[in-house]
């Protein structure tokens, strides 16, 4: 069974920073690209970034381009957000999830973590 | 970046009727279109890929249709536990943009 299990999410201040991290499970790790995903309280769904298996390739948002940083350790089953300059628009539950075949299809997600950014 | 149109933003509807969701895209995406269910409290679950192809484990009564621009989703018949807000996403370019939602409740 797939497992996704988020961690690191906390009340930050703005212009702070934090690092989430996505412990995976119950697949072969460094077959799939892997994404993160938020959603802002009372919000839709905003897709964040993406890492492709080897981590040669990643994507990000333009909302969150050049501050946040998508990174992978396959030899820890781990997925990783670095997250700096944090705003308060950055306030969301992040969600980490498994990609089915490098095609944007996100078809198993982890319960998130929450991050609050917050004077 | 291809921007997805969900309609409508939210629905009441009663058990056992039809329920119809369309979502528009701002180019032609072909199929490259899934939905997603999200219940309260819990993270999405992928319902439908390749804009009509149904997800091992889910319910017929849902299914996806549509290609280009339009698409539409449809549950043949609501049963309490389909409360959820639903989301269209795209992947055909990167980003993977999501719809903004359908929040579905029981009239």
């Known amino acids: 069974e797939v497992q996704l299990v988020e961690s690191g999410g906390v009340v930050v201040q703005p212009g702070g920073s934090l690092r989430l991290s996505c412990a995976a499970s119950g697949f072969t790790f460094d077959d799939y690209t892997m994404h993160w995903v938020r959603q802002a309280p009372g919000k839709g769904l905003e897709w964040v970034s993406l890492?492709?298996?080897?981590?040669?390739?990643?994507y990000y948002a333009d909302s969150v381009k050049g501050r946040f940083t998508i990174s992978r350790d396959n030899s820890k089953n781990s997925l990783y957000l670095q997250m700096n300059s944090l705003r308060t628009e950055d306030t969301a539950l992040y969600y980490c999830?498994?990609?089915?075949?490098?095609?944007?299809?996100?078809?198993?997600w982890g319960q998130g973590t929450l991050v609050s950014v917050s004077s | 970046d291809i921007q997805m149109t969900q309609s409508p933003s939210s629905l009441s509807a009663s058990v056992g009727d039809r329920v119809t969701i369309t979502c528009q895209a701002s180019q032609d995406i072909s199929n490259y279109l899934n939905w997603y269910q999200q219940k309260p409290g819990k993270a999405p679950k992928l319902l439908i890929y390749?804009?009509?192809n149904l997800e091992t484990g889910v319910p017929s009564r849902f299914s996806g249709s549509g290609s280009g621009t339009d698409f539409t989703f449809t549950i043949s018949s609501l049963q309490p536990e389909d409360i959820a807000t639903y989301y269209c996403?795209?992947?055909?370019?990167?980003?993977?943009?999501f719809g903004q939602g359908t929040k579905l409740e029981i009239k």
């Open positions: 999830a498994k990609d089915r075949s490098d095609a944007e299809i996100l078809d198993n």
């Open positions: 390749d804009a009509s």
């Open positions: 996403q795209q992947y055909d370019n990167l980003p993977p943009l």
């Open positions: 890492i492709s298996w080897d981590g040669g390739s990643t």
